[in-house]
């Protein structure tokens, strides 16, 4: 498989765990505009009817995810979809995907990992910023990942290589800040819980 193409691939499902709707929204508009050339299976997600529902959900996505009681209740749904998201833009930035290629699916599988991998650190983020902000943070959290969902998904399109460097970064600072606040909201606990 052309480079090209795994970068992409890798940034869109690194931007899937970030913000689903959102990146698949761009990336439709995209396909439809030729920047992204979809597998044949799957040139659907760069129609007009893919791009108006994807909008839509984006925006319905960007409002519920700024509203901190709702927010969470997204995050628990997103543990299901931003994997089969992941793996179906996956599967239409791979030429020859839905023929029955092994390789694909393979990158599919790779793709839905790690798209649940960067939500899971993202959860735990917006955990912690409930924990120690009273979900007041949540919003301006919510804002930080649009930013970085879409240029993570305008990367990985225009210029692969420099979004895929981009993911693993982002990648690497969620999971570590993740574990960071993790470990301080437990020492916190335990300090203060009684002897």
Same mark, same amino acid.
């Given at each position: 498989?052309?480079?090209? $193409?795994?970068?992409?691939?890798?940034?869109?499902?690194?931007?899937?765990?970030? &913000?689903?709707?959102?990146?698949?929204?761009?990336?439709?508009?995209?396909?439809?505009?030729?920047?992204?050339?979809?597998?044949?299976?799957?040139?659907?997600?760069?129609?007009?009817?893919? $791009?108006?529902?994807?909008?839509?959900? =984006?925006?319905?996505?960007?409002?519920?995810?700024?509203?901190?009681?709702?927010?969470? *209740?997204?995050?628990?749904?997103?543990?299901?979809?931003?994997?089969?998201?992941?793996?179906?833009?996956?599967?239409?930035?791979?030429?020859?995907?839905?023929?029955?290629?092994?390789?694909?699916?393979?990158?599919?599988?790779?793709?839905?990992?790690?798209?649940?991998?960067?939500? $899971?650190?993202?959860?735990?983020? &917006?955990?912690?910023?409930?924990?120690?902000?009273?979900?007041?943070?949540?919003?301006?959290?919510?804002?930080?990942?649009?930013?970085?969902?879409?240029?993570?998904?305008?990367?990985?399109?225009?210029?692969?290589?420099?979004?895929? *460097?981009?993911?693993?970064? =982002?990648?690497?600072?969620?999971?570590?800040?993740?574990?960071?606040?993790?470990?301080?909201?437990? &020492?916190?606990?335990?300090?203060?819980?009684?002897?």
């Amino acid at each position: 498989m052309d480079p090209t $193409t795994f970068a992409t691939a890798y940034g869109l499902s690194t931007s899937i765990g970030i &913000r689903p709707f959102l990146t698949l929204v761009l990336a439709s508009v995209a396909m439809h505009f030729g920047y992204l050339h979809p597998s044949p299976s799957f040139a659907f997600l760069g129609s007009n009817g893919a $791009t108006l529902l994807l909008a839509a959900l =984006a925006v319905l996505e960007f409002a519920g995810d700024k509203i901190p009681v709702l927010d969470h *209740a997204l995050h628990v749904l997103h543990f299901a979809t931003k994997p089969v998201a992941a793996a179906l833009l996956v599967a239409g930035t791979i030429p020859g995907a839905g023929t029955g290629d092994p390789v694909s699916y393979a990158l599919m599988g790779a793709g839905a990992l790690n798209a649940l991998g960067v939500h $899971t650190g993202i959860a735990t983020l &917006r955990g912690a910023s409930t924990a120690t902000t009273l979900g007041l943070g949540n919003p301006i959290l919510s804002l930080c990942e649009d930013i970085a969902a879409v240029a993570s998904t305008v990367l990985a399109i225009l210029l692969p290589f420099a979004g895929a *460097a981009l993911a693993i970064a =982002a990648t690497i600072v969620v999971l570590v800040t993740a574990r960071y606040v993790l470990v301080h909201v437990r &020492r916190s606990r335990a300090s203060s819980a009684p002897a």
